[in-house]
């Protein structure tokens, strides 16, 4: 038996490429969280993923379906000590989970892909702060939008 496992699709009660804008805004709403509108992506502040609280999770929608789910947090909120720790062991832990569908490793950036989804830690400077973002994409749909882009042409 492997220690690998393809990788996560489900985030709380919603999947990658199947669950609705909707769908996410009514189960933060019954939580009485906050939700931040904008373009086809919605936020919401202080979650907890992956054994860390996140300043932020944004999800972002295509054609009304979920698209992508980033955690992300900054040195303007969580001490960059702080976000050093929780790079360096999320890098450990994404490694030895998903060591089977290993795609890129550079100084910022640890990326894994199966058939379905793509997952990516980041974690450099932008605009002057430190950023640390969790990203998990649906591949179909990221497809469908490149796509789209191209029929523009």
Partial sequence: MSATAQLQRKFFDFHLGESTRSEVVRYYESMGKQIIY?????????????????YMAIFAFYNNKLLCVSFSDSDDITPKVT??????????ALKKKYSDYFLLEN???????????????HYDIFQGSYNLSLN????ELLR????GGVDEL
């Fill in 83 to 92: 976000l050093d720790v929780i790079n360096e062991n999320l890098r450990i």
């Fill in 136 to 139: 998990y994409y649906d591949l």
């Fill in 107 to 121: 100084k910022t950036d640890l990326s894994f892909m199966d058939d379905a989804t793509k997952l990516s830690l």
């Fill in 144 to 147: 469908s939008m490149a796509e």
């Fill in 38 to 54: 904008r373009d086809d992506k919605i936020a919401v502040t202080n979650v907890r993923f992956g054994g860390e609280n996140w």
